[in-house]
């Protein structure tokens, strides 16, 4: 192996967070695989493409540990405004007070999950935000996907009175990663603080 | 009773049979990678082999690390009698399912 090569580092960013999404034993030897992954076979193959190499497998590790949840948080949306097209009501406090709550437990759960396994609160929140994000990209094609389906104006009407277009498409996917930001941490310092007792 | 495994987990499982005293995490996601044709995220390949230690089929130890690596230490697995007899089951499975198929399924759609 060129020498040059075997002292080439990967983005640093990108090296701490693979450590953050790590158990703590499992810490030294990925983050080890993937270095001498990256010095021996990827910088001399992909040059200045081996960075990204390197950030897409990270990504992999954050994909795993948060896309179940974001599905579960767009499904939920998704459910809501389908819900609300197709048998709507004068009040729609239950419905936004169920939707909350699931949001809420859904972030706050994925955050303790997450920092249970990793044993870090950074990862407890960093995944809860990442699920959050996905959840808004899932809510927004689902929405999207039935708004082409139901444009006419009595549907468009009721998706008025139950909050709009802008809260579907703007207000709420912000929301939902705040709250994810929020909860998941609010989740991982539970998790932190169960370890600490149990 | 022996664990259903998926496809994956047995291209996993069985390249860390191949490996043998050289199975550690980057060998391993290599040897599947090439063994499979593709590009293989290193996540996946991780995730399999947690989850497959964690059902017994294989076992992990530290071993010393390298200066490419950062002296970062290496995980060595090694397969376990569980993980043989799970191996055993699949592909006493897909011989079941394979049995009695006499013609190549190319012909066979083109009928």
């Not at chain 1, 579960?72 to 009501?89: E, K």
């Amino acid at each position: 192996m060129n020498s040059v090569h075997s002292h080439a580092t990967p983005p640093r960013w990108a090296e701490a967070l693979l450590r953050v999404l790590l158990k703590p034993s499992d810490r030294e030897s990925v983050s080890g695989d993937l270095l001498e992954e990256y010095r021996e076979v990827v910088v001399p193959t992909r040059g200045a493409g081996a960075d990204r190499w390197y950030v897409r497998q990270v990504s992999s590790f954050l994909w795993r540990a948060s896309w179940g949840w974001g599905v579960v948080l767009g499904s939920a949306l998704v459910i809501r405004y389908l819900l609300d097209t197709l048998i709507p009501v004068t009040d729609y406090s239950i419905r936004a007070t169920a939707l909350s709550w699931t949001i809420i437990g859904g972030c706050a759960t994925a955050g303790f999950i997450a920092a249970w396994r990793m044993q870090s609160i950074s990862a407890g929140a960093l995944t809860a935000f990442t699920a959050a994000l996905i959840g808004a990209v899932v809510s927004i094609a689902g929405i999207a996907a039935m708004l082409a389906v139901w444009h006419d104006p009595a549907t468009l009407d009721a998706w008025r009175s139950s909050g709009g277009l802008d809260e579907a498409f703007i207000d709420v996917p912000v929301k939902l990663m705040a709250i994810g930001a929020a909860m998941g941490t609010a989740g991982a310092l539970c998790a932190r603080g169960a370890a600490v007792v149990l | 009773m022996a664990d259903v495994l998926g496809a994956f987990e047995q291209a996993v499982l069985l390249e860390v049979l191949r490996l043998g005293d050289q199975a550690y995490g980057r060998a391993i996601f290599q040897a599947v990678q090439s063994r499979l044709e593709r590009d293989l995220a290193a996540g996946a390949v991780h995730a399999t082999l947690e989850r497959l230690e964690r059902k017994g089929l294989v076992c992990s130890r530290l071993g010393p690390g390298n200066s490419v690596r950062g002296g970062r230490a290496r995980r060595y697995y090694r397969v376990q009698p569980a993980g043989i007899r799970a191996l055993d089951a699949a592909r006493r499975t897909l011989e079941n399912i394979w049995r009695g198929v006499k013609w190549s399924v190319t012909k066979a759609r083109t009928v």
